[in-house]
């Protein structure tokens, strides 16, 4: 099945910067998102983005499918967006709309 | 209601009992997915329903899980025998549906067989 690798595993920054998260993927896909667990465990849907560049605040996303890879930009950081951020991907065979998540990158903000 | 429900929201249960999860979607939203994580893990991916129908079941782990929508709107996971292995947070999502892909979690049950 399709691989999905999420990088840096853990990030620790101070309040007001800036971070790039990095999700890889081993196959074409049609389909593709970026989630935020919060710390209570809530998971948030942030973007569906399997192509192109998408803002919403101070998050925005980038996916290049050509070269399986796709980026979630946070900027000016608050403490409340600590927690994990998921890649998950779908669509790459039976046109099953199941997604494949990575491990995810546990990010925390320090006021 | 505005988002995904799902009761209980723990479950704590004993190995060898059966139990049954459910899962209330986003209202007109016309597929439906099951999934598990554990802990340190991302969610994977359990089936998914379009409408009534099993459109994928690929991702249950063997025949001890069964999952049903039979009106097409509340879902319900239900496990057999159930096994310490299994002890989890079971996570329901739901979509629009058609072109529209874009999933959306509910809270969660978190699953523990002693």
């Known amino acids: 099945g399709i691989q999905v690798e999420q990088s840096p595993p853990d990030l620790i920054l101070q309040e007001g910067a800036n971070s790039t998260l990095r999700c890889n993927f081993s196959?074409?896909?049609?389909?593709l998102q970026w989630f935020h667990q919060n710390p209570w465990g809530q998971l948030i849907n942030l973007f569906y983005i399997p192509s192109g560049t998408k803002q919403n605040g101070r998050l925005s996303a980038t996916t290049v499918a050509t070269e399986r890879y796709s980026l979630l930009y946070i900027s000016s950081s608050q403490t409340t967006d600590s927690g994990v951020y998921f890649c998950a991907v779908g669509g790459s065979g039976g046109g099953a709309d199941g997604l494949t998540f990575g491990k995810g990158t546990h990010l925390i903000i320090q006021p | 209601g505005a988002g995904v429900s799902q009761t209980p929201s723990n479950k704590v249960t004993e190995k060898g009992k059966y139990v049954e999860l459910r899962c209330d979607p986003i209202s007109g939203h016309t597929a439906l997915y099951w999934y598990r994580q554990s802990l340190g893990q991302g969610p994977e991916f359990l089936i998914y329903?379009?409408?009534?129908?099993?459109?994928?079941d690929s991702g249950l782990p063997n025949d001890r899980f069964f999952a049903v929508r039979p009106e097409g709107s509340v879902s319900t996971l239900k496990i057999q025998r159930t096994e310490r292995g299994d002890s989890a947070v079971y996570l329901c999502?739901?979509?629009?549906?058609?072109?529209?892909?874009?999933?959306?979690f509910g809270p969660g049950t978190r699953l523990t067989v002693l």
């Open positions: 999502a739901s979509s629009l549906g058609g072109g529209s892909k874009k999933q959306f």
């Open positions: 196959d074409s896909v049609n389909n």
């Open positions: 329903f379009q409408g009534t129908g099993a459109a994928d």
